[in-house]
């Protein structure tokens, strides 16, 4: 084999591929914060009263989760346009995540409030408290500690999966990545190293939620010890 | 010129989508066969062996599949091993369900009680026995709806082989769509059939699931 590999060629282009690991962090994060609400207006659709809402918010909920991510992501950027929606790259990339992570977190959102026990709901109503004041007192924070782990992976997995919106030239990490290919030829080199701050992204993120989640839910360990 | 979407473009689209299962199911197997023996290695307490199938797990889970595809692709072209897009995608998609099996079936393992180890060690039964005749066969009924699921997400998975130039049924649409020019019809009629290999699949591993959890729960009931 007589191929030399030249990091040094990819070093040079670290300034950029840094830039694009925060862009990617910042899309990640923004899709995590309408993906969330998505998710909300799902958890509601799904238990609802009406019957039809019930199945639109299910039938959402399945075209996405079996349907690639790839699928989506071109349907939006190329398909809509033809319904008169044209978006720019990122504008597509950012409404595909979001309308592919409110699928998964309307999963979440469920499983987060069928996580409070029904008996404290009970309490909460016969005390008179509002259906605000109920989400408010009583569901919401043993809720958010019962998914909180599965909203921290959900994140990660968004952040692994947008590397796919660079088939659109959006702006992150990946799409960087293939700008310098193009440039210097050195694909596997560029690659590797792309990878490897995925992977340590990836790490550093993992961490970060279970630092945060000993820190914010720790006392409640105690009262229920209590 | 521009051609009709018509029944001709759909049934090139439906003809496509044979790659994508053949695709998944070779990964399926080989992911399956990789996957077996990382997660074997992952619950031993091999000294070497253990910490590498966790560190592959780690490193197949925490980086893109789509980056994965690319080492895969330009490394095999690089070592002149190969720089056919069908090969690479096979081998990227086979070391990806091999991590995502691994842990799945470590966690299934891991999921039998302890005590059933220790009834097979009383029993004078040696590590490969207590595998073989106890522990495996339980893990295998907890390992089946994980499994069943991981199946739709190498199905979706496929489609970004499209991205490193194999022909199946995304690429197929980009294809039909640059002659028809209608990329809504296009890419609705290939999400639909996505959804037809994906959705039953997904039905039957929720089935398995919620089976499993009634036998669970009457497992439980009977010790008590």
């Not at chain 1, 952040?159 to 702006?171: D, F, P, Y």
């Not at chain 1, 990545?177 to 340590?200: C, K, Q």
């Not at chain 2, 080989?30 to 797990?57: E, M, Q």
């Not at chain 2, 990806?96 to 039964?125: D, K, N, T």
């Amino acid at each position: 084999m007589g191929y030399v590999f030249q990091f040094g060629a990819v070093w040079r282009e670290m300034d950029a591929l840094l830039l694009g690991a925060w862009l990617t962090v910042r899309l990640s994060a923004l899709a995590m914060v309408f993906g969330l609400a998505v998710g909300v207006a799902g958890a509601l659709a799904l238990a609802s009263r009406w019957r039809g809402v019930r199945a639109l918010g299910r039938a959402y909920v399945e075209a996405i989760r079996n349907t690639p991510f790839l699928v989506q992501v071109l349907f939006v950027y190329l398909g809509l346009p033809s319904i008169g929606l044209r978006l720019r790259p990122d504008q597509a990339a950012l409404l595909a995540m979001v309308i592919n992570l409110g699928a998964y977190a309307t999963e979440i959102v469920r499983a987060g409030v069928k996580a409070v026990p029904h008996g404290q709901l009970e309490a909460g109503t016969a005390l008179g408290l509002s259906p605000w004041q109920l989400f408010r007192f009583v569901v919401w924070l043993p809720a958010l500690r019962a998914v909180f782990p599965a909203l921290g992976s959900q994140f990660i997995l968004v952040m692994l999966a947008s590397s796919v919106v660079s088939v659109i030239s959006a702006e992150e990490l990946t799409a960087v990545a293939d700008t310098i290919v193009a440039r210097n030829f050195r694909s596997f080199e560029v690659y590797l190293i792309v990878t490897g701050m995925y992977l340590a992204m990836c790490l550093v993120f993992q961490a970060a939620f279970a630092g945060l989640h000993r820190v914010l839910f720790a006392r409640w360990g105690d009262a229920e010890a209590r | 010129m521009i051609r009709e979407f018509t029944a001709n473009e759909l049934w090139f689209l439906v003809l496509a989508a044979r790659w994508t299962v053949a695709l998944s199911a070779i990964a399926f197997v080989g992911g399956g066969v990789g996957g077996f023996v990382v997660a074997i290695l992952r619950v031993s307490r091999a000294r070497p062996l253990a910490p590498l199938a966790a560190a592959f797990i780690k490193i197949g889970q925490g980086t893109p599949l789509l980056m994965q595809l690319y080492l895969v692709y330009f490394g095999a072209s690089l070592l002149q091993v190969t720089s056919d897009a069908w090969t690479a995608a096979v081998l990227g998609l086979t070391l990806y369900a091999s991590a995502f099996l691994g842990e799945i079936w470590r966690g299934s393992i891991q999921a039998v009680p302890r005590e059933q180890w220790e009834a097979a060690r009383a029993l004078a039964l040696g590590y490969p026995a207590q595998l073989r005749w106890v522990v495996l066969p339980q893990a295998a009924r907890i390992a089946l709806p994980p499994t069943v699921g991981f199946l739709v997400q190498l199905l979706k998975g496929t489609s970004l082989a499209s991205i490193i130039g194999f022909t199946e049924l995304t690429r197929a649409a980009q294809i039909v769509n640059n002659a028809t020019f209608r990329p809504l019809l296009v890419y609705a009629a290939v999400a639909a059939i996505y959804f037809l290999l994906c959705w039953p699949l997904s039905l039957l591993s929720d089935y398995l699931e919620r089976r499993l959890e009634h036998a669970g729960a009457r497992t439980i009931a009977f010790q008590i």
